[in-house]
């Protein structure tokens, strides 16, 4: 008997949501939130690229998430939020610990599709350190290969709520072996 990841319910539902209202409902929420755009750096951990192209899609005229509170920044320490894609490889391990630990607390970790949430195809390999969570630890998990961008709009919408519980959080460490300095 298999078990569906708990995210799937929640995400089958969001599909039927058009564009347009989940797109508003992100923008309420960055808005309450963090009362200014959110902002994400993407790090792809060697992926084959198709959940890259689908966080591209969001920046795209057919959701337009820029124009409603998401940006992708190059700097980690500008962003909220580490987006990862791919099975980590193990090139790209101690890039991957570095790029997270340049970010400012309270930093959330996002593991996108089937290979940065579990290792994909490439789990067990010589040449992977397998999912994200091997590596780094993992907030929010956005299944699929490669997720639609209602999923990526879903599981950016619940890094929002980790990041105001992170924020409401009295000064305690937010990492661990990490204080907010």
Request: a positive charge.
């Given at each position: 008997m298999s078990t569906l990841h708990p995210l799937i319910p929640m995400l089958q539902?969001?599909?039927?949501?058009?564009?347009?209202?989940l797109g508003q409902k992100f923008s309420?929420?960055?808005?309450?939130v963090l009362q200014?755009?959110?902002?994400?750096?993407?790090l792809d951990?060697?992926?084959?690229?198709?959940c890259d192209w689908e966080i591209q899609s969001l920046l795209c005229p057919a959701y337009d998430m820029q124009?409603?509170?998401l940006d992708i920044v190059a700097s980690p320490r500008h962003a909220d939020c580490l987006l990862v894609t791919g099975s980590v490889t193990r090139h790209l391990e101690i890039a991957a610990i570095r790029t997270w630990e340049a970010m400012p607390?309270?930093?959330?970790?996002?593991?996108?599709g089937a290979c940065a949430c579990g290792g994909g195809v490439l789990q067990?390999?010589?040449?992977?350190a397998g999912?994200?969570?091997?590596?780094?630890?993992?907030?929010?998990?956005?299944p699929g290969c490669p997720p639609r961008p209602q999923a990526l709009l879903h599981g950016l919408m619940l890094a929002l709520d980790r990041i105001e519980q992170k924020l409401h959080h009295s000064n305690h460490e937010f990492r661990i072996g990490r204080s907010e300095a």
């Open positions: 539902s969001r599909q039927d949501e058009d564009a347009s209202t309420d929420q960055v808005q309450r200014r755009s959110m902002q994400i750096r993407h951990a060697g992926s084959c690229n198709g124009r409603l509170g607390a309270p930093g959330i970790v996002i593991a996108v067990g390999s010589y040449c992977t999912g994200v969570k091997n590596v780094l630890p993992v907030d929010i998990s956005i």
